[in-house]
């Protein structure tokens, strides 16, 4: 796949306060990127950027070797779906998919087709002259949608379009729309700040914090690798352990915490603070025969059953907590206070600078 | 809906009829409704019968005696020809005014807003008089165009057409001005950025989006506008004087210096019936354009 979309070193300021500083990213034709973050990261305004709502403070957009960093809004065929839809109350369903087709000057009989082709695209061809008032909040969404997939985007941009929805509805429409785009073969940007959804839809989430892209991965490196503390706190659960190096062997670096030493593949100085991060299904109980692993042994605070797994919270010291992930049938008779052993792989220990969280 | 199912509960126990809670609160209009209907509906409905009475019974002679004659169809003329323009300037002068206002911040809206309301305060007698003074020979307005070389003499403003349909533009902007605000308030910024995005130029956002979102508002101002500037008396006395009448000031003159009575009620009816039609009118015409939009 070639590389489609080139947003380089783009800046963005309000007033005081830079929002965006020097972001650069690459999106390939046909992906589905999301731009996953807490409110406030700039991931809204990186879309506006893209779409030409705002103007940038500095660097260029360029799409399909196309500058559009200059160009308005309207002239540069990049789809938006907003967050609360922002369609139009005056023109019914129909109306609304036939809106761009119209703007673009598109022949009149042709358009009739297309919004038929779209609404049935979104399953709501039987809603064509209705009113959109008249709509749920899901079948409004699917208007949006449609809407803007008639004009056959170059780009399509999404804002948090499924954060209105109840969590059933949100799931199927998911799943839907990455069917549909992918059909269609449309590149998407896809902002939301919820890490679930983004695992779900994307091929790739760029993962955002105080306008900067911290890591920009496949679902699966960004959940297994991190690239920084923040992505591993904000994406999934984790265990958390602040530490300090003590001993480097050129290899592995043992690190002091709260729970006990603990190994991690990594090179840093002895007596750097560093942030012992640990997935909750990495962790296993320890049965003796634990080469190569990491063991603790600590107190269990609390057990949570969940069906298909259970979840045990440790005590580890300092206020720390440790969580795993295990099958139901592996700890039966666990109860809190219990003292326990607890293994994971060396490698699969996450080890960061302790800056900015100390 | 938030009304109604507020009211569920005590129309439920009052009336046993929980469904139709709408039933009481009707009840609530009924004091402005019987001051309404005894002190405007009725003198209307007497209105109506002087003007069709005569001493051999009901008749729509004095109707007949008016078109009749050449002289009113100069004064339905100068009355609808005065209250469009009317209209059209405080249209044109209020439609981006009440947008700018719409779409200002904080303070500012709070001081844009606060300059439309406060010379409602003021009486229109009042601020007819400042424009004769504004619109006089030696007044402001041509002390400035003679000033700035844009006329070698002073232009006759005062006692023209065009020095009433400035003043009375000037008094009933706000009326034109606050309801397309209210309306523009409401319009969400999204949607012209929706319809930006989707390739719809200025003009096309203007015309198939914001336009048409705008029209209660506008038909609410053109109505409120129109029918003020049809009836208007205060701003025509003092600013175009006695020889240029309309419907109004010819109402007026019968009942008071003519002791006319009946041409007086026949040329209200008239004038009544004008405006109820153009504000109808102009309401269908809004909703047509909404639906071709």
Same mark, same amino acid.
């Given at each position: 796949?070639?590389?489609?979309?080139?947003?380089?070193?783009?800046?963005?300021?309000?007033?005081?306060?830079?929002?965006?500083?020097?972001?650069?990213?690459?999106?390939?034709?046909?992906?589905?990127?999301?731009?996953?973050?807490?409110?406030?990261?700039?991931?809204?305004?990186? #879309?506006?950027?893209?779409?030409?709502?705002?103007?940038?403070?500095?660097?260029?957009?360029?799409?399909?070797?196309?500058? #559009?960093?200059?160009?308005?809004?309207?002239?540069?065929?990049?789809?938006?779906?907003?967050?609360?839809?922002?369609?139009?109350?005056?023109?019914?369903?129909?109306?609304?998919?036939?809106?761009?087709?119209?703007?673009?000057?598109?022949?009149?009989?042709?358009?009739?087709?297309?919004?038929?082709?779209?609404?049935?695209?979104?399953?709501?061809?039987?809603?064509?002259?209705?009113?959109?008032?008249?709509?749920?909040?899901?079948?409004?969404?699917?208007?949006?949608?449609?809407?803007?997939?008639?004009?056959?985007?170059?780009?399509?941009?999404?804002?948090?379009?499924?954060?209105?929805?109840?969590?059933?509805?949100?799931?199927?429409?998911?799943?839907?729309?990455?069917?549909?785009?992918?059909?269609?073969?449309?590149?998407?940007?896809?902002?939301?700040?919820?890490?679930?959804?983004?695992?779900? !839809?994307?091929?790739?989430?760029?993962?955002?914090?105080?306008?900067?892209?911290?890591?920009?991965?496949?679902?699966?490196?960004?959940?297994?690798?991190?690239?920084?503390?923040?992505?591993?706190?904000?994406?999934?659960?984790?265990? $958390?352990?602040?530490?300090?190096?003590?001993?480097?062997?050129?290899?592995?670096?043992?690190?002091?915490?709260?729970?006990?030493?603990?190994?991690?593949?990594?090179?840093?100085?002895?007596?750097?603070?560093?942030?012992?991060?640990?997935?909750?299904?990495?962790?296993?109980?320890?049965?003796?025969?634990?080469?190569?692993?990491? /063991?603790?042994?600590?107190?269990?605070?609390?057990?949570?059953?969940?069906?298909?797994?259970?979840?045990?919270?440790?005590?580890?010291?300092?206020?720390?907590?440790?969580?795993?992930?295990?099958?139901?049938?592996?700890?039966?008779?666990?109860?809190?206070?219990? !003292?326990?052993?607890?293994?994971? $792989?060396?490698?699969?220990?996450?080890?960061?600078?302790?800056?900015?969280?100390? | 809906?938030?009304?109604?199912?507020?009211?569920?509960?005590?129309?439920?126990?009052?009336?046993?009829?929980?469904?139709?809670?709408?039933?009481?609160? /009707?009840?609530?209009?009924?004091?402005?409704?019987?001051?309404?209907?005894?002190?405007?509906?009725?003198?209307?409905?007497?209105?109506?019968?002087?003007?069709?009475?005569?001493?051999?019974?009901?008749?729509?002679?004095? *109707?007949?005696?008016?078109?009749?004659?050449?002289?009113?169809?100069?004064?339905?003329?100068?009355?609808?020809?005065?209250?469009?323009?009317?209209?059209?300037?405080?249209?044109?002068?209020?439609?981006?005014?009440?947008?700018?206002?719409?779409?200002?911040?904080?303070?500012?809206?709070?001081?844009?807003?606060?300059?439309?309301?406060?010379?409602?305060?003021?009486?229109?007698?009042?601020?007819?008089?400042?424009?004769?003074?504004?619109?006089?020979?030696?007044?402001?307005?041509?002390?400035?165009?003679?000033?700035?070389?844009?006329?070698?003499?002073?232009?006759?403003?005062?006692?023209?057409?065009?020095?009433?349909?400035?003043?009375?533009?000037?008094?009933?902007?706000?009326? !034109?001005?606050?309801?397309?605000?209210?309306?523009?308030? %409401?319009?969400?910024?999204? #949607?012209?950025?929706?319809?930006?995005?989707?390739?719809?130029?200025? %003009? *096309?956002?203007?015309?198939?989006?914001?336009?048409?979102?705008? %029209?209660?508002?506008?038909?609410?101002?053109?109505?409120?506008?129109?029918?003020?500037?049809?009836? !208007?008396?205060?701003?025509?006395?003092?600013?175009?004087?006695?020889? *240029?009448?309309?419907?109004?000031?010819?109402?007026?003159?019968?009942?008071?210096?003519?002791?006319?009575?009946? #041409?007086?009620?026949?040329?209200?009816?008239?004038?009544?019936?004008?405006?109820?039609?153009?504000?109808?009118?102009?309401?269908?015409?809004?909703?047509?354009? $909404?639906?071709?939009?």
């Amino acid at each position: 796949m070639d590389n489609y979309l080139h947003v380089i070193d783009v800046s963005k300021r309000f007033g005081e306060s830079t929002v965006l500083d020097n972001l650069s990213l690459v999106v390939r034709r046909g992906e589905f990127v999301s731009l996953l973050g807490p409110s406030g990261c700039g991931k809204t305004t990186l #879309l506006r950027l893209i779409a030409g709502l705002l103007p940038t403070d500095g660097g260029r957009i360029v799409l399909d070797g196309k500058d #559009l960093t200059r160009l308005p809004a309207h002239r540069r065929n990049v789809g938006v779906v907003f967050q609360n839809y922002a369609l139009f109350p005056h023109l019914t369903v129909a109306e609304n998919v036939a809106f761009g087709l119209r703007a673009r000057g598109v022949a009149k009989q042709e358009i009739p087709a297309i919004v038929e082709r779209c609404l049935a695209m979104v399953h709501l061809a039987d809603y064509a002259d209705r009113s959109i008032f008249a709509l749920s909040g899901g079948q409004q969404q699917r208007v949006a949608v449609a809407r803007a997939i008639a004009i056959r985007p170059d780009l399509l941009l999404l804002d948090e379009p499924f954060s209105a929805l109840d969590r059933k509805l949100r799931e199927a429409m998911q799943i839907e729309l990455r069917q549909l785009l992918r059909e269609l073969g449309i590149t998407a940007i896809f902002v939301t700040h919820d890490q679930e959804e983004a695992m779900i !839809m994307s091929d790739r989430i760029a993962v955002m914090n105080a306008g900067v892209i911290e890591q920009f991965a496949d679902p699966r490196t960004v959940y297994e690798r991190p690239a920084t503390a923040f992505a591993l706190e904000f994406v999934g659960t984790s265990t $958390r352990l602040p530490g300090r190096v003590s001993d480097w062997d050129g290899d592995t670096v043992l690190v002091d915490t709260a729970a006990g030493p603990i190994r991690a593949r990594a090179g840093y100085v002895s007596g750097a603070p560093v942030m012992i991060g640990i997935r909750p299904e990495k962790i296993m109980l320890a049965d003796g025969n634990e080469h190569g692993m990491n /063991v603790v042994r600590l107190r269990v605070l609390d057990r949570v059953y969940v069906g298909s797994k259970l979840l045990l919270h440790f005590d580890a010291g300092s206020g720390g907590q440790a969580l795993a992930e295990l099958n139901p049938g592996d700890a039966p008779d666990v109860a809190p206070g219990d !003292m326990m052993s607890i293994a994971w $792989r060396v490698e699969d220990t996450l080890i960061y600078p302790a800056v900015g969280h100390g | 809906m938030g009304v109604t199912a507020a009211a569920a509960p005590v129309g439920a126990a009052r009336t046993r009829k929980p469904r139709r809670p709408v039933d009481l609160l /009707v009840l609530l209009a009924l004091p402005a409704v019987g001051y309404l209907g005894f002190f405007f509906a009725l003198p209307l409905v007497a209105l109506l019968a002087k003007s069709v009475w005569t001493s051999a019974g009901p008749s729509i002679e004095s *109707y007949a005696r008016f078109f009749g004659d050449p002289f009113s169809w100069q004064v339905v003329g100068n009355t609808l020809k005065i209250a469009t323009l009317v209209t059209l300037v405080t249209l044109v002068l209020g439609y981006p005014t009440a947008f700018a206002m719409a779409r200002a911040r904080g303070i500012f809206q709070i001081l844009l807003l606060v300059a439309m309301i406060l010379p409602l305060s003021i009486g229109v007698v009042v601020k007819a008089f400042s424009w004769q003074i504004v619109l006089r020979r030696d007044g402001v307005v041509n002390q400035l165009l003679v000033w700035s070389g844009l006329t070698d003499e002073p232009v006759r403003f005062l006692f023209t057409e065009t020095g009433l349909v400035l003043g009375a533009a000037n008094i009933f902007l706000p009326f !034109m001005v606050l309801p397309i605000y209210s309306v523009a308030k %409401m319009i969400d910024p999204r #949607l012209t950025e929706a319809a930006a995005t989707l390739g719809a130029g200025p %003009m *096309y956002r203007f015309f198939r989006v914001i336009l048409p979102l705008s %029209m209660p508002g506008v038909v609410a101002g053109i109505a409120f506008v129109f029918s003020m500037a049809i009836s !208007m008396y205060v701003i025509p006395t003092l600013l175009i004087g006695d020889r *240029y009448q309309t419907l109004a000031t010819i109402t007026g003159r019968s009942f008071l210096f003519l002791r006319n009575e009946q #041409l007086g009620a026949t040329t209200a009816v008239i004038l009544l019936v004008i405006a109820v039609a153009v504000v109808l009118g102009s309401a269908r015409l809004a909703r047509g354009l $909404r639906r071709t939009a």
